[in-house]
Nanobody
């Protein structure tokens, strides 16, 4: 069983940066696809960024492309989301998720659908003030 714990959220001014971390425990997740999602108040949870199980492919929502970067440190069993040039529209609870099944398909893609993710963290709040 994989457990995911996010950290690094907080309050930041518009234009600032934050780096979110997602630490996995229970097993190595180096061959899992990983994703970041967010949920703003009163809205549904949306896709933000993803990395394929091999780590070779990434994909971003249009709203964060060029500002956010997903990365992985296999030695630390941790995935990161570097967020730059933050705006108030980025305010949300951010969740990381792990996809354990896509690697068995032989397809090396970053998954954007929440339905493919098997494990979820508890979320970390990011608030961007104007």
């Amino acid at each position: 069983q994989v457990q995911l714990v996010e950290s690094g959220g907080g309050l930041v001014q518009a234009g600032g940066s934050l780096r979110l971390s997602c630490a996995a425990s229970g097993r190595t997740f180096n061959d899992y696809g990983m994703g970041w999602f967010r949920q703003a108040p009163g809205k549904e949870r949306d896709f933000v960024a993803a990395m394929s199980w091999s780590g070779r492919n990434t994909y971003y929502a249009d709203s964060v492309k060029g500002r956010f970067t997903i990365s992985r440190d296999s030695a630390k069993n941790t995935v990161y989301l570097q967020m730059n040039s933050l705006t108030p529209e980025d305010t949300a609870v951010y969740y990381c998720a792990a996809d354990r099944r896509t690697r068995y398909t032989g397809i090396d893609i970053a998954r954007t659908s929440q339905n493919v993710y098997d494990y979820w963290g508890q979320g970390t709040q990011v608030t961007v003030s104007s």
